[in-house]
Nanobody, 120 residues
Framework: QVQLVESGGGLVQPGGSLRLSCAAS????????MSWYRQAPGKERELVAA????????NYADSVKGRFTISRDNSKNTVYLQMNNVKPEDTAVYYC?????????????WGQGTQVTVSS
């Protein structure tokens, strides 16, 4: 059974830092394109950051460029999102996502989400 379990969310003051983790089980993270999405109340889910399976270029939403960093540790089957200089508008539920396409079949997985609240 595939599981993506996020952790590391919580309450942080503006300008502070958090590191989110996404631990995968029943699932080989290294062969999947991994990403972080977020959804704020009343808003649509949006892509925050993505890292391809084969290494290479990471992608970020314009709103987080220069502040957030996505990385992966394949030996731990874990993906991270380092969040620095957070702002109140970063408040949202953050979701880990993994996907791959094999023989024309798309495999698509989501975690349950972790709440991040930025407030003084």
């Amino acid at each position: 059974q595939v599981q993506l379990v996020e952790s590391g969310g919580g309450l942080v003051q503006p300008g502070g830092s958090l590191r989110l983790s996404c631990a995968a089980s029943g699932f080989i993270a290294s062969i999947h394109d991994m990403s972080w999405y977020r959804q704020a109340p009343g808003k649509e889910r949006e892509l925050v950051a993505a890292i391809p399976s084969a290494g290479g270029r990471t992608n970020y939403a314009d709103s987080v460029k220069g502040r957030f960093t996505i990385s992966r540790d394949n030996s731990k089957n874990t993906v991270y999102l380092q969040m620095n200089n957070v702002k109140p508008e970063d408040t949202a539920v953050y979701y880990c996502h993994g996907e791959r396409t094999s023989w024309g079949v798309r495999y698509d997985y989501w975690g349950q989400g972790t709440q991040v609240t930025v407030s003084s």
